[in-house]
């Protein structure tokens, strides 16, 4: 794909987006200018995109729906929930056209036939669009028809507004200016004056006495013309009227070359009204660009006459361009189409971050200085001391730099977390709108960033546990009436960073999620024993919905599935190096936060050792390590378990988990590593502790790839091999 | 003349859309032109107050500053009042380009521009000759000998 393609795919998208975010705020109010403004203009930069390339029913799907803005815009059209849902219709089919786009570089075979569907349906949707559809001309503008030809080229084959304006003949006292008005028509496409009868003779002559109709044609709506005319609706009349095509069309005229039309336009510009000041400028810009041509066509004896042209009035100025561009001598040919330059990748970065990396390469430059003069030292005979402390000063200043180069490469790939909130609004409406319940949402937080990776993978996730909370967190209103909550529901997506990365969390003022029935579920699902159920805190007990297969909703819904979801998510998330946590309140509503690292490219680790060998776990997970003596620990006949923080949480031994021989060693306890698995707590018995560490994971390859409970190895700074595990696939 | 035409002019593209920018910097680019960019009309404003531009190219249709008021605002500058400006726009009616010469523009295109009509017009308007560059698929600019 060309850069530029790749480019077109991410404006459009963000276009789409745009879009979509300005419609949602014009149905909450469609007395919101500023959206319907938004809207046409994100439409109208999309429609030039799609324009650059060969992509005629992608820019005609949205040159349609421009047309309908205008409408709203121009108050001929109203906004309704029906042109709202075909506007959204509009932009998914953008949006899914923009998809394929990107992996095929051509729309679909059946895209003519459906912008012309969304075409035909939002015409429909605008309505009032039948008064011209019959192509009768109102009474009263007959004239419109006999028109000669050359006056109504302009106008040919299009549907214009007619006025008839014919002024009261003391209008003038009535401080109207006729001629200002129709001068003020926009679109003017053709304006004849007329006398309403034959003149007197000039003696009786009365000039305060207005003798003058007007008929225009224009091609502005008709309510932009009755508001034009609002001052004097008893003299003027307005009809929509389709002006038939030209029966010949005119000649087409010889093209041209590009410099002698140039040249042309210049006189006419020279000609053109406008201020002393304006002329004057544009007369500069003319001269200029006029002699710019001549030299371009290696016409430089004629910029010499020119010259002396520009030392004379307009008049002499004018003629001599338009002689100038009439000159046969001046033909020109289209420059040969240039090579495309070469596909480069692009990255969208802030220049600001841009600046800051020059800024440390620049440091880095400079530290990198000093080293030659350590190494002349070292020649010298410096004592070691001296040379080590020096060494020890540059390292020092080196590696400070370059952790804020690492950092500042990593910045380079973030991006905030509002485009996956952007989708939130759209789906929050067209949800709660098929339910049928009342919804407010508040984001929250969208400037929050994040890696582009973790950005990917927190997307699906984040749409799943909002509808979700629609689906099955959020009551129907004539529930929440009963139990005196408002009607309408509040849905909170809100994010923020924290020391371990960044935080997204999604909570409802539902209904809550009633632990009892998760228990009955998990119980009935096969998951657990109802002892073990009934051994659950409610808290415990809530974490259960992450498991395959429970679901807490009594119907199974076509929204949000069959309770895989949850899992879905939580997969996903640790997949990621992230943990979900679940809190909620019955009758007052369910909080989910997803925890996730800032980036994925750098992992921080909690490394340690069992066996001779080091194995890490991402930091995000381990909520704690303490050693714990051999007397703690309870054994349940294979099971083993500890207490830690006044709960009972299982207690497992990294060298079985791996399939190790038991450790020998004389020890009065055991080094354990509480782990967070979704949720659940667990001890994991390790050798020993070991440093954290900072590591760019690898993804096992080949053979090992298909091997279960390693998320991937790395290198440390010492050259040590690190495995690092996913534990959940472990245990 | 003291005009001369510079050997490698620079372009001041002012457009919203970032594909039309970057399809405009890439066509004259290829071209020989030195290409600078712009997002609105003020931005375009002080782009061309700080580089002097030989030759605009400006969308109509902008935030902030829309093409016509930036080209009437550029009109008014001493140093800026001469230089050629192009207008380009999705809008193909003739009032929309009667308008765009009136705010002061030299050339009108309608989108799409082909990129030998927008390379054939940069080089007129800039006083390059048309054959410049042409062997060496536009890389070099030319020598600026003529006068």
Redesign the interface.
């Known amino acids: 794909m060309s850069a530029l393609f790749e480019q077109f795919v991410l404006e459009s998208r963000e276009l789409l987006e745009a879009a979509g975010a300005a419609l949602l705020r014009l149905e909450r109010d469609p007395t919101d200018t500023a959206a319907v403004n938004d809207l046409f203009r994100a439409l109208h930069t999309l429609k030039g995109a799609t324009a650059l390339f060969d992509l005629a029913p992608f820019t005609r799907m949205v040159h349609a729906g421009e047309d309908a803005l205008m409408a709203v815009r121009d108050g001929r059209a109203a906004m309704s929930g029906d042109l709202a849902d075909r506007l959204l219709e509009l932009l998914d089919t953008g949006a899914a056209w923009v998809d394929g786009l990107e992996h095929s570089q051509s729309l679909p075979d059946s895209a003519g036939a459906r912008a012309q569907a969304l075409e035909t349906g939002l015409r429909a949707a605008l309505g009032g669009a039948a008064e011209t559809a019959d192509g009768a001309t109102p009474a009263g503008f007959a004239w419109v028809h006999e028109l000669p030809e050359a006056e109504r080229v302009k106008a040919a084959g299009r549907t214009v507004t007619a006025i008839a304006y014919v002024p009261a003949e003391d209008c003038f006292f009535a401080g109207d200016d006729p001629l200002d008005l129709c001068r003020r028509i926009p679109d003017l496409l053709l304006l004849r004056i007329e006398a309403t009868g034959a003149w007197p003779p000039l003696a009786d002559l009365d000039p305060y006495r207005c003798a003058l109709r007007f008929r225009a044609l224009s091609g502005a709506p008709k309510d932009e013309l009755t508001r034009l005319f609002r001052g004097v609706p008893d003299q003027v009349s307005l009809a929509t009227v389709a002006i038939p095509a030209l029966a010949v069309p005119a000649p087409p005229a010889v093209p041209p070359s590009l410099a002698t039309a140039m040249l042309r336009e210049q006189a006419r510009i020279l000609g053109l009204p406008g201020s002393d000041e304006e002329t004057a400028a544009r007369r500069a810009a003319v001269l200029r660009a006029a002699r710019n041509i001549l030299a371009a066509e290696g016409r430089n004896a004629e910029g010499a006459a020119l010259d002396r042209a520009a030392e004379g009035p307009s008049d002499a100025l004018i003629r001599c361009i338009a002689s100038l561009a009439d000159d046969p001598a001046a033909v020109t040919q289209a420059t040969p189409v240039p090579p495309a330059a070469p596909a480069r990748r692009a990255l969208r970065v802030d220049a600001e971050r841009m600046d800051r990396l020059m800024a440390l390469v620049g440091e880095l430059v400079v530290a990198k200085g000093g080293l030659p003069y350590l190494a002349r030292e070292a020649q010298e005979g410096r004592s070691a001391d001296a040379l080590a402390q020096g060494i020890k000063e540059a390292h020092g200043r080196i590696d400070s730099i370059v952790g804020e180069l690492q950092d500042a490469v990593l910045r380079l790939r973030l991006l905030p977390l509002s485009r996956v909130f952007d989708p939130l609004p759209r789906m929050v409406r067209d949800t709660a709108r098929r339910l049928g319940k009342s919804v407010e949402l508040h984001l929250s937080g969208g400037e929050t960033e994040a890696d582009k990776d973790i950005l990917d993978i927190l997307g699906e996730p984040l749409l799943h546990l909002v509808r979700n909370g629609l689906d099955h967190g959020v009551e129907p209103p004539e529930r929440r009436r009963a139990a005196g909550k408002p009607e309408v529901a509040a849905l909170r997506v809100q994010a923020f960073q924290d020391s371990n990365g960044i935080v997204v969390e999604v909570s409802d003022d539902g209904a809550g999620i009633d632990a009892e029935a998760v228990r009955r579920k998990a119980v009935a699902k096969g998951a657990l024993t109802v002892e073990q159920a009934a051994a659950l805190s409610d808290a415990e007990a809530l974490r259960l919905i992450f498991l395959p297969g429970v679901s807490t909703s009594e119907t199974v819904s076509d929204l949000s599935g069959r309770g895989v979801g949850m899992d879905a998510v939580r997969g996903a998330v640790e997949q990621a190096g992230g943990r979900v946590e679940v809190a909620s309140t019955p009758g007052a509503g369910t909080r989910f936060r997803l925890v996730l690292p800032l980036t994925m490219m750098v992992t921080r680790l909690v490394t340690v050792e069992t066996a001779g060998a080091l194995y890490g776990f991402p930091v995000t997970l381990v909520t704690g390590m303490q050693r714990v003596p051999h007397g703690a620990i309870r054994r349940m006949k294979h099971a083993e378990s500890v207490v830690v923080q006044d709960a009972v949480v299982p207690l497992l031994r990294l060298r079985r988990l791996l399939n190790l021989p038991e450790d020998e060693r004389e020890r009065s306890g055991e080094a354990v590593l509480l782990v967070d698995l979704g949720g659940q707590p667990v001890a994991l018995v390790v050798d020993a502790f070991r440093e954290r560490a900072d590591v760019v994971l690898k993804p096992m390859t080949g053979l090992l790839a298909r091997l279960r409970g390693y998320a991937g190895t790395a290198v440390l700074g010492d050259g040590r091999l690190l495995l690092a595990l996913n534990l959940r696939e472990l245990v | 003349?003291t005009?001369r035409?510079n050997p490698q002019p620079r372009v001041l593209v002012v457009d919203?859309?970032?594909?039309?920018r970057?399809?405009t910097r890439?066509?004259l680019?290829?071209?020989g032109f030195l290409v600078d960019e712009a997002v609105n009309g003020i931005d375009g404003l002080e782009h061309a107050l700080a580089s002097a531009p030989d030759l605009l190219i400006v969308d109509i249709?902008m935030?902030k500053m829309d093409g016509y008021t930036m080209l009437?605002r550029l009109?008014?500058e001493q140093t800026l009042?001469?230089?050629?400006?192009i207008m380009i726009s999705?809008e193909s009616?003739?009032?929309d380009r009667e308008n765009a010469?009136?705010a002061?523009a030299?050339?009108y295109f309608v989108?799409?521009v082909?990129?030998?009509?927008l390379?054939?017009?940069a080089?007129?308007?800039?006083?390059?000759?048309?054959d410049d560059g042409?062997q060496d698929?536009?890389r070099q600019a030319g020598n600026g000998e003529?006068?």
């Open positions: 003349m005009d035409p919203d859309a970032v594909t039309v970057a399809y890439q066509v680019e290829a071209d249709n935030q009437r009109r008014q009042r001469d230089v050629p400006a999705t009616k003739d009032s010469l009136l002061g030299n050339w989108k799409p082909r990129p030998a009509d390379t054939g017009a080089r007129l308007l800039t006083g390059r000759h048309q042409r698929g536009g003529r006068s």
